[in-house]
């Protein structure tokens, strides 16, 4: 599958889960979130998953600071 194709797919289930917050309550677009994260977690390896955590987005919402060790367990 092109990267092309892959952010479209992950553009129609971002898209989705606004929908379903917006259909029902605004707490299942986070939970749907929720869902996709922690799907994606167990299927990634852990080389991914440390590159997830030590990027800018997730140490700028997190508070950590990018010195900090961050370990996947």
């Known amino acids: 599958m092109s990267t092309n194709k892959i952010q479209k797919t992950l553009e129609k289930l971002l898209v989705a889960a606004d929908n379903h917050g917006e259909d029902d309550d605004p707490d299942h677009t986070v939970g749907d979130l929720q869902g996709l994260l922690r799907?994606?977690?167990?299927?990634?390896?852990?080389?991914?998953?440390?590159?997830?955590?030590?990027?800018?987005?997730?140490?700028?919402?997190?508070?950590?600071?990018?010195?900090?060790?961050?370990?996947?367990?």
Not at 49 to 73: A, F, N, P, Y
Request: proline fraction near 0%; hydrophobic fraction near 35%; avoid cysteine.
């Open 39 to 73: 799907r994606s977690w167990e299927i990634m390896s852990v080389g991914q998953k440390l590159q997830l955590l030590r990027g800018t987005e997730v140490l700028q919402r997190s508070g950590v600071r990018r010195t900090r060790r961050v370990r996947v367990g």
